[in-house]
């Protein structure tokens, strides 16, 4: 059962190195994955399901790495672990963003920003949940403007700048600044 389900992403993920995920049959996954086409349904209702778990292992995965090392006084560090997987994972990525699962990626990335936010410093002027929603959404639109441009165009660590300077550096800063609507506190 579990070799099935590990053969199944492996020939979805060998698939799309190949073709765009809209390309992509059951029945090519399960060619790929040298499985019954039946044996596809026992694990997922459809190719669209499929790339959703593998979305949610993506993500835990990413988290997992780059949600340490928020807690450092260089926020620089987890962008340039971000951006790093996500090159090295490039084809996948692209597909998870521009693909079928972009929904579920997008639920299960704020779903698991919330759950870490707590374990990393945050800033004092925006409540935790807003600010994973925020840094999830702008993460997602910087991650898939990066995977849309030209192999190349951009570096690892521009973009880990980009995304280091417009997300996670003010969203963790201790911003003096009141609330609107409320006056600051000594």
């Known amino acids: 059962m579990i070799r099935s389900r590990d053969a ?6 060998a698939l799309l190195e190949r073709k765009q995920f809209e390309q992509i049959t059951i029945r090519d996954i399960a060619a790929e994955a040298g499985v019954g086409y039946a044996t596809f349904f026992r694990h997922h209702p459809s190719k669209e399901d499929l790339l959703g ?17 928020l807690d450092s006084r260089d926020t620089s560090i987890s962008c340039l672990a971000l951006c790093t997987y996500i090159d090295r994972h490039r084809t996948l990525w692209s597909a998870l963003l ?29 409540p935790v949940e807003l600010g994973a929603v925020y840094g999830v959404a702008a993460t997602i639109e910087i991650l898939a403007w990066w995977l849309h441009q030209p192999a190349g165009a951009y570096s690892v660590e521009q973009v880990a700048g980009y995304l280091d300077r417009l997300v996670v550096a003010p969203a963790t800063a201790a911003d003096q600044r009141p609330e609107p609507g409320r006056r600051n506190r000594p």
């Open 98 to 126: 521009a693909g079928g699962a972009a929904a579920t990626l997008r639920a299960e990335f704020i779903r698991l920003a919330k759950e870490g936010a707590s374990r990393v410093r945050s800033s004092r002027w925006i």
């Open 8 to 13: 199944l992403r492996r020939g979805l993920l």
């Open 53 to 69: 778990a593998i979305a949610a292992e993506e993500i835990a995965q990413l988290m997992e790495l780059t949600l340490p090392l």
